[in-house]
Structure formats: C-alpha cells, structure tokens
T-cell receptor, first 113, second 112 residues
Framework: DTAVSQTPKYLVTQMGNDKSIKCEQNLGHDTMYWYKQDSKKFLKIMFSYNNKELIINETVPNRFSPKSPDKAHLNLHINSLELGDSAVYFC????????????FGNGTRLTVT | GENVEQHPSTLSVQEGDSAVIKCTYSDSASNYFPWYKQELGKGPQLIIDIRSNVGEKKDQRIAVTLNKTAKHFSLHITETQPEDSAVYFCAVLNSGYSTLTFGKGTMLLVSP
C-alpha cells in the first residue's frame, strides 16, 4: 500500500499554462507538506498544512496555491507556469508538526518548456 | 532562519569502507536532527534521527553523533554496500516554525 501518493509522476507543459499536482496520504497523519527540489537536489519547504489549515507559507510566488479538501489530501495548483518552476515537487506527511518523521511521496517531475 | 551546511557534496568509497557525512547548523536552540536517504526516482526516507539530549545513536551499520556545543552532527555508515548508494540529506528542526531545514545533500557512491 502506498503511504503518500502523488500524481502525475511526470508533467511536461508550456510556459503560461496552469497545472495541478494531487497528493493523498493513507497514514492518518495530521500534517502535510509540499517541498520543491531543484536541479541541484536542494529541498526547500513550500507549504505546511495541519488539519486542513495552512501553517507555513514560505516565500513562494502566489501563482502557487495549495488546497486541502480534507486531512488526507493536499493538492498544489500552479498558475501561469514559468521556466523556473521546473523542478521535482514532493508531497509529504507527518503525524504531527515538529519531531515526527516525514513520509515523502515519490515526487512529480515538472518540466516547463 | 536556520542555516545548514553539509559536506562533502559527493563521496565515493569502496564496498566495505566507512563513510562519514558532516553537517553544521546555526540555531543553538535547535534540538532535533534527522537524516534522510533519497534513492533515484524516489522521495527521501528517514534513516535515523537524534535529539539534543543524546550524543550518539546507532542502528546496525548506521550511527549519528551530535556535538551541540560545536553545532555539528555527523552520519557514519560502516561496512558500506552498493545499495547504500544514494543521496543523503541532513536536516535540522527549526525551533520557531517546527519545520525542517535540509542540507544540500551528499551523493554517496559505493563501488563493488
């Protein structure tokens, strides 16, 4: 059983388009996250949700809008895609904030042409 | 905010050798230090973590040491095997926001 699943695995699109990435976790965790991993493998947090409430919003352009319809889902919508948005996006979850281990999905590789 | 430095960026060893990866951090109030392993095409996975009230923790071939005074911690892998080849990330829990700041990763290559 996949604990944190995200779709699609690959996403190729043109500049200016709008796209969404979906994430679901079946671990019963309270907290979910979106991380961005750039071409140099650097992992940076974008958003953190706790019980469907936005907790953390790092310095991310407002073209990125997370949506959490329920505790098990955290989707990421990106408007007006730019070349610099090309990266691997990881969804993750943890039982609680703080010292709880993060469980990552396998990532969505977004390529903007 | 928290600043986490990780070295080396790449590390090549022969099977059976030991590997050591080091990280330093800036916020002396930080108290939780996990290590994650990322295999090709997959998300990072927690392999070991340490809290500031402990100086060393071992789990089979993997150990982590912490020096709070010097603000650095290290991952030690003994008797390396080809399946240990991956990118390893250290991380530090930000005391203010309860989120992790990751190091830039170390690509470990274990040659048979």
């Amino acid at each position: 059983d996949t604990a944190v699943s995200q779709t699609p695995k690959y996403l190729v699109t043109q500049m200016g388009n709008d796209k969404s990435i979906k994430c679901e976790q079946n671990l019963g965790h309270d907290t979910m996250y979106w991380y961005k991993q750039d071409s140099k493998k650097f992992l940076k947090i974008m958003f953190s949700y706790n019980n469907k409430e936005l907790i953390i919003n790092e310095t991310v352009p407002n073209r990125f809008s997370p949506k959490s319809p329920d505790k098990a889902h955290l989707n990421l919508h990106i408007n007006s895609l730019e070349l610099g948005d090309s990266a691997v996006y990881f969804c993750a979850s943890s039982q609680a904030r703080g010292e709880s281990p993060l469980h990552f999905g396998n990532g969505t590789r977004l390529t903007v042409t | 905010g928290e600043n986490v430095e990780q070295h080396p960026s790449t590390l090549s060893v022969q099977e059976g050798d030991s590997a050591v990866i080091k990280c330093t951090y800036s916020d002396s109030a930080s108290n939780y230090f996990p290590w994650y392993k990322q295999e090709l095409g997959k998300g990072p996975q927690l392999i070991i973590d340490i809290r500031s009230n402990v100086g060393e923790k071992k789990d089979q071939r993997i150990a982590v040491t912490l020096n709070k005074t010097a603000k650095h911690f290290s991952l030690h892998i003994t008797e390396t095997q080809p399946e240990d080849s991956a990118v390893y990330f250290c991380a530090v829990l930000n005391s203010g926001y309860s989120t992790l700041t990751f190091g830039k990763g170390t690509m470990l290559l274990v040659s048979p």
